[in-house]
Every structure is written in structure tokens, then in C-alpha cells.
């Protein structure tokens, strides 16, 4: 491996993790999900809370899919890793995707509320100066290899959430990752404005296939993400298991031939191993090595299922209700406006970042998370979201900070006692009270017996 795919993996590794979903955002949906569900969640810590009651229908539900039992309570759980062990605490649960609690809230949100996603929304962008409305369309598509489930059904290995959004003239591109964030519900006023947009005819089209049209482009660049990391590990694998078994393999063949010879000049080992059990060990190596092999090649054989619709919501610009309210707003001029100091904030910041010897690097558009990258002298690449007019949410990212957890208190550091000595006693570290322990004066053996 060069230094070229050290650095390749690194920049890969530090997108990842500036892509990653936040713990914040975690913490934010199951904290009002658990909840809607009929469970009782407190926070007793900072970041750390107690479980007292996991509803029936949860756990239910892990029984039925077969998936790691659930408690009926949960002493801690916390959604920091820093968090899960802290001094004098109970050790936490880390709830994070994949934990069955998370999960199984998750599936019973989208099991219950996943009609209200295909009945749709009226959404208003209050920074977007246009006049022009727009359909969010939501797409789900996955990505499955050959392994089968408990069901008989391929193992789904990805799922992904797209949105697309489709104009007046049928044109659909790509909204980025939460573009609902930077929007609101319509409050009833507005939607009685905006009723001639509502019953206009291009709304009830069918946009649905614009935007599959647009989603099959997207599965097919989800599906080659998919496979390049993949392939990559499954081919490590094969060659790792390859090389362990076969060497165990090889010494058992190898140990069943001299065992064979022993045998025939009527020399026993001690040990009680004979010829068969080698031979029968060998073979057992064999298809487990064959029973691997197949589950890797099941591995690689990824396809990509079609994307399926699952909601909708039309988007209602601020230009275009304030010209459907008769106001004298000039949005073209505020859309102007906005766009020049964005680019001026974006060009203020990469001028700082030269100036301290740093290599910026301005995102598109519609990058997805952030707005530059910066690569410093002997340091990992960093990623930074700009502070612009409409407050660095040009993405539909929607928040500023990355969480990156509280930091651990630094905890008091006493001198070490030297070798030998008593740690309590007076020649050694005290204890927190800050109260010296007196050494007991020593008494004779026969004093003792007195």
C-alpha cells in the first residue's frame, strides 16, 4: 500500500465521519419517539438517562422478528460512547443505530405513521425568495447481496432515503440529504392564500415517475458506493480466511499422515489423538472453508431493488405567498442580495484559511453537509460549515455544530506511594477528605494478651 492509498483512505475516513449522523440527532428523534410510543425515559445526567418503562407493543415486536430481547427497564442509556462508562456510575447502554431498542423504535414509528409520509405536507421555505413552487418527493431504495435471512429473503445491506424535487415544467433534480429542515408547516391562512396553487393541475400530475426517473440514477450511484466498500473488504476476507484455514488445513492432513505411520509400527500416542480424528478434523476444516467461501461469494452478488416512493410534500417559496398576499416585496432583489453575501461570507472565510497556511476547498452547492474543506500542514483534513445569510443551511442541513459529546472532567491526580509503603498511611497519597490518617502506635504481642 503507498502513501497515495493511505491518504485516499484517510480523506475517505474523515468525509465519513463529517457525514455521519450525529449523536444529536439521535438523542432528538428516540427522546420523542420512545415517548409517542408510551415509554418513560428521564435524564438523571447530563447525557445519561434512565428507562423505567419500555411499552409492551416493543417488545413485543423484538420476540416476533427475532431480534435481541428488550428489558422492561434500563438503568442508563446514553447515546455518547464517551458516556457509557464514568466513574462511581452504572455502565450505560449505548443506543446507537443497531442497538434493538433504537431499531425497534424506529420500525414501529414507520409501521404507524407511514401513511401520514404518502398523504403528504404543504411546507413553506421562508429563505426562499422565488416564486416558483416545487414538489418534495421522498424515494427509499436498498441494496441487497445474496445471503438470506431467517424468511428466506435477501439480507438488505443498505437502505437509503433520497429526495428529489420536481418544478413546474417536470424537471427533477436532487434535493440533498434533510432539505425539510430549512421548512415549516403551512399555517391554515397560508394554505388558503396559496389555494390556487394547491388545486393547480401540475400538482396532480404524475410526478412519481419524474422522480423514479431521476431515483434510478441515484440507486444506481448507491448501489457502486455500496460495492466498492464491499468488495474491498469481502476480497481481505477471502484472502485472510483462505490463508488461516488452509495452514490449519495442511498441519491436520500432515498430523493424520504421521499419526497413520505410528499406528501401523504399533507406537500409540499418549494424547489419545489417532489418524481418524486428525483425518475427521481436516475434513471439518475443509467445509467450514467451503461453507465460508460461499457466504463471501454470496457477499458480492449486490443488487440494487427499485426505488419506491414513500412521501411527498409541496414547497411553498416566501416570494410566492407575499405576491399572493398583494405585498410589494421585491424578491428578485433580496434573491440577488442573498446570493452576494453568500459568496462574499464563503470568500471572507477561505481568504482567513489561506492566511493561516491552510489549503481550502469550496464544496458545490449542493454538497451535502458542509461547504469547504480544509487540508492543514501535518494535520487531518477538517470540515466546516459557512456562516452565510441564511445561516449556513444553504445544504438543508439544518445545524450548525457538530456534536461531538462533552468532554470527560479531568479527575485529580494523586503522587504515587513510594514501593512498600502503606497507601492510607501518612507517607502516602490521602484520601479526599483531605483528613490525615494517624499511624496506631505499635503494641507488644504481650501486652496484647494483658
Known amino acids: 500500500m503507498t502513501m497515495a492509498d493511505v491518504e485516499q483512505i484517510r480523506d475517505e475516513m474523515e468525509r465519513a465521519d463529517a457525514r455521519r449522523l450525529q449523536p444529536h440527532f439521535i438523542r432528538s428523534f428516540f427522546l420523542a419517539a420512545f415517548t409517542l410510543l408510551g415509554g418513560t425515559i428521564r435524564e438523571r445526567k447530563p447525557g445519561r438517562y434512565e428507562i423505567t418503562h419500555v411499552p409492551a407493543e416493543l417488545r413485543r415486536r423484538d420476540r416476533r422478528d427475532g431480534c435481541a430481547p428488550l428489558l422492561r427497564r434500563y438503568e442508563r442509556v446514553t447515546f455518547h460512547k464517551e458516556l457509557i462508562a464514568v466513574d462511581g456510575r452504572p455502565l450505560a447502554e449505548f443506543c446507537c443505530p ?35 413552487p416545487r414538489v418534495l418527493v421522498y424515494l427509499q431504495h436498498a441494496i441487497q447481496d445474496g445471503r438470506l435471512d431467517r424468511g428466506g429473503n435477501r439480507r438488505i445491506v443498505s437502505k437509503r432515503f433520497e429526495f428529489v424535487e420536481v ?3 417536470g424537471g427533477a433534480r436532487g434535493a440533498g440529504w434533510a432539505p425539510y429542515l430549512d421548512c415549516r408547516p403551512a399555517t391554515p391562512e397560508e394554505l388558503e392564500v396559496a389555494r390556487p396553487v394547491l388545486d393547480g393541475r401540475w400538482v396532480r400530475d404524475d410526478l412519481e415517475a419524474r422522480s423514479l426517473d431521476h431515483g434510478v440514477a441515484q440507486a444506481r450511484d448507491h448501489l457502486e458506493e455500496v460495492r466498492r466498500r464491499t468488495l474491498d473488504r469481502v476480497e481481505r476476507t477471502t484472502a485472510a480466511v483462505r490463508e488461516r484455514l488452509l495452514t490449519e488445513i495442511r498441519y491436520w492432513d500432515h498430523r493424520a499422515n504421521q499419526l497413520k505411520d505410528q499406528e501401523l509400527a504399533g507406537r500409540l500416542p499418549k494424547s489419545g489423538m489417532n489418524s481418524a480424528k486428525a483425518r475427521q478434523r481436516a475434513d471439518e476444516l475443509e467445509a467450514r472453508l467451503k461453507r465460508r467461501l460461499d ?3 454470496a457477499e458480492r452478488q449486490l443488487s440494487a431493488l427499485p426505488p419506491v416512493v414513500a412521501g411527498g410534500a409541496l414547497i411553498l417559496p416566501a416570494g410566492l405567498l407575499a405576491r399572493l398576499r398583494g405585498s410589494v416585496a421585491d424578491p428578485a432583489g433580496r434573491a440577488r442580495e442573498t446570493e452576494r453575501v453568500e459568496h462574499a461570507a464563503v470568500d471572507a472565510v477561505l481568504a482567513v484559511e489561506r492566511s493561516l497556511g491552510r489549503t481550502p476547498v469550496e464544496m458545490p452547492r449542493n454538497n451535502k453537509g458542509y461547504d469547504y474543506r480544509v487540508q492543514g500542514p501535518r494535520r487531518p483534513p477538517v470540515v466546516h460549515r459557512g456562516q452565510g445569510t441564511r445561516g449556513g443551511r444553504r445544504h438543508g442541513d ?3 455544530e457538530r456534536d461531538r459529546g462533552r468532554p470527560q472532567q479531568a479527575r485529580p491526580v494523586h503522587p504515587r506511594p513510594r514501593r512498600g509503603a502503606n497507601r492510607w498511611s501518612a507517607t502516602g497519597p490521602l484520601p479526599a477528605t483531605g483528613v490525615r490518617r494517624q ?4 503494641v507488644r504481642r504481650h501486652q496484647r494478651d494483658l
Open 98 to 132: 443497531g442497538h434493538p431498542l433504537l431499531d425497534g423504535t424506529i420500525d414501529l414509528v414507520v409501521e404507524r405513521y407511514a401513511s401520514l409520509l404518502i398523504q403528504g405536507a404543504v411546507l413553506v421555505d421562508e429563505s426562499d425568495p422565488g416564486e416558483r
Open 167 to 169: 418544478d413546474q415544467d
Open 295 to 297: 457466504e463471501l461469494d
Open 398 to 400: 439544518g445545524h450548525q
Open 439 to 442: 499511624r496506631r502506635p505499635a
